[in-house]
C-alpha cells in the first residue's frame, strides 16, 4: 500500500493560483487518486480524481473549469493545479490513493474513506 504526501499549500490571494502535490516516495504511484479537502466546521469533501493511468480525471461542480488534476509518473506524483482561487476554496486539502494497484475514477469517489490511503493534509488560505 502506498502513504500519500501532501505538500504545496500555502497562503494566496483571492483569484491566484496554487499547485498541491501528492507524492508516494519511492513507490511506483500505480494507484487511482483523489483530492479532498476539509475546511473548519465542514465535512470533507471530494474535489478531483484521477485515474492510475491519468486517462481519466473527474471533478465537483464547483471547481470544474478552475482546478486541474494531473499526474507524472515518472515522478511518481499526483498534482492538483489550482487557478482563481475563491475565499471558499480555502480548507485542509488531502490527497487519497486507492488501496488497490490500478483501478478507476470510482475507486475514488465511491470508496468509502476508510478503503483509502490518506495522506496528512495541506492547509490552503484564501485572502483578500
Known amino acids: 500500500q502506498v502513504q500519500p504526501v501532501e505538500s504545496g499549500g500555502g497562503l494566496v490571494q483571492a483569484g491566484g493560483s496554487l499547485r498541491l502535490s501528492c507524492a508516494a516516495p519511492?513507490?511506483?504511484?500505480?494507484?487511482?487518486v483523489g483530492w479532498f479537502r476539509q475546511a473548519p466546521g465542514k465535512e470533507r469533501e471530494f474535489v478531483a480524481a484521477i485515474n492510475w493511468g491519468g486517462s481519466s480525471t473527474y471533478y465537483t461542480d464547483s471547481v470544474t473549469g478552475r482546478f486541474t488534476i494531473s499526474r507524472d509518473s515518472a515522478k511518481n506524483t499526483v498534482y492538483l493545479q489550482m487557478n482563481s482561487l475563491k475565499f471558499e476554496d480555502a480548507a485542509v486539502y488531502y490527497c487519497a490513493a486507492s488501496r488497490s494497484a490500478g483501478g478507476t475514477i470510482g475507486d475514488i469517489v465511491q470508496a468509502p474513506p476508510g478503503n483509502l490511503n490518506w495522506g496528512q493534509g495541506t492547509q490552503v488560505t484564501v485572502s483578500a
Open positions: 519511492g513507490t511506483p504511484f500505480r494507484y487511482s
